[in-house]
C-alpha cells in the first residue's frame, strides 16, 4: 500500500511506500462512539512540492452500533460486559 500524507502550506507531500498494517485495535463501550486505531510500517519516503496523486475525494464514513455482551458460566450470567478494548 501507498499513502501520500500532504501539506499544502508549506508545502510538502510525503509519498510512503511499502506499508504495511502493524497492530490494529478497537475500543468498545456503551456510552462513547467505537474507536479503532491502525498503526502503519513504511519502506520508503518520497518529498515533493506537489500532490502525485490528485485531488482527493470525500469519504462516507459508516458507523454502527456497538455491542452488548455478557459473561456467562454454566448457562447463568455472572455480569454485563461495559466496555472492551482488543488488539
Not at 462512539?33 to 510500517?41: E, F, H, M, S, V
Not at 518529498?47 to 456467562?72: E, Y
Request: proline share 3%; aromatic share 6%; glycine share 10%.
Amino acid at each position: 500500500m501507498t499513502i501520500e500524507t500532504g501539506m499544502p502550506e508549506v508545502p510538502h507531500y510525503a509519498m510512503c511506500t511499502g506499508c504495511v498494517l502493524d497492530r490494529l485495535s478497537w475500543q468498545m463501550a456503551r456510552s462513547s462512539l467505537l474507536t479503532a486505531t491502525a498503526n502503519l510500517i513504511a519502506q520508503g519516503e518520497t518529498v515533493a512540492t506537489s500532490s502525485s496523486v490528485g485531488t482527493p475525494t470525500d469519504w462516507a464514513l459508516k458507523r454502527f452500533g456497538h455491542f452488548n455482551g455478557s459473561i456467562r458460566q454454566g448457562g447463568t450470567t455472572l455480569g454485563n460486559v461495559v466496555s472492551a478494548e482488543i488488539t
